[in-house]
C-alpha cells in the first residue's frame, strides 16, 4: 500500500478528507464496478450462446453471480468495519437484500423486452441490443445499486466500527515525505 499512500498524500488536503470521510461509498463503488463486470460478462456470454431466447433469465443468472462476489467484497472490504450481527444473520439479509435488488435490476430489462416490445423481429438487432444495455445494465443497476447502499448501512451492516480489531489503514492519511519513504525500505 506504500504506492496508494505516496498517491494519497500527493492531493490536496480537501480532497484527501473527502476520500477519507466518504471511504465506505468509495469502496462500495468499486465494489459495485467490479460486480457489474461479472454481471455484464456473464450475462452476454451467456445472451450469446446457449441462452440467446431467454435474456431475462441470462441477465438474472449474471446478477446471482456478481451478488456472490459482492457478498465477499462488501463483507471484508467496502463494510469491513461494520457488522454488529452473526455472520449467518448478517449472509441471510444480505442475500434478501440482494434479492430484492436482482428484482429491481430485472425490471427495467423486463419492461423494455416484453411490455416496450423493443426486441428482434420487431426492432433491429442494434436496437435491440441499445434497448437491453440501457435497461438491464444502467437503469436497473443505478436503482438497484442506491437501493442496496441503503439497505446495507441500514440492515446488513447496521453498526459502524462494529470490529474495531480491523486495522483501518486508511484512517489518518497524511503525507509521506521522500526521506521517510527511503527509512521505510
Same mark, same amino acid.
Given at each position: ?45 451467456l445472451k450469446l450462446t ?25 463483507r471484508e472490504w467496502s ?10 444473520? /448478517? #449472509?441471510?439479509?444480505?442475500?434478501? +437484500?440482494?434479492? =430484492?435488488?436482482?428484482? &429491481? ?7 423494455? *423486452? ?44 447496521? /453498526? #459502524?466500527?462494529?470490529?474495531?480489531? +480491523?486495522?483501518? =489503514?486508511?484512517?489518518? &492519511? ?7 519513504? *527511503?527509512?521505510?525500505?
Open positions: 500500500m506504500p504506492a496508494v499512500r505516496r498517491a494519497l498524500g500527493r492531493l490536496p488536503e480537501p480532497v484527501r478528507f473527502l476520500l477519507n470521510k466518504h471511504r465506505e461509498l468509495i469502496r462500495f463503488a468499486v465494489v459495485g464496478g467490479t460486480t457489474f463486470l461479472v454481471d455484464n460478462g456473464v450475462w452476454y456470454a446457449v441462452l440467446q431466447e431467454k435474456v431475462v433469465t441470462a441477465k438474472a443468472i449474471g446478477i446471482l453471480v456478481a451478488v456472490i462476489a459482492s457478498y465477499v467484497l462488501s463494510f469491513h468495519t461494520r457488522g454488529g450481527r452473526e455472520r449467518h444473520h /448478517e #449472509a441471510a439479509l444480505f442475500f434478501l +437484500v440482494s434479492g =430484492a435488488s436482482v428484482g &429491481l435490476n430485472l425490471l427495467p430489462l423486463y419492461v423494455s *423486452r416484453h411490455l416496450f416490445g423493443l426486441q428482434h423481429p420487431a426492432v433491429s438487432l442494434v436496437t435491440e441490443e441499445i434497448a437491453d444495455f440501457v435497461s438491464g445494465s444502467i437503469i436497473g443497476m443505478l436503482v438497484a445499486t442506491a437501493f442496496k447502499y441503503w439497505a446495507m448501512r441500514k440492515w446488513v451492516f447496521p /453498526e #459502524a466500527d462494529a470490529r474495531p480489531d +480491523v486495522v483501518r =489503514a486508511t484512517s489518518r &492519511l497524511r503525507v509521506v515525505t521522500d526521506d521517510e519513504d *527511503r527509512e521505510v525500505a
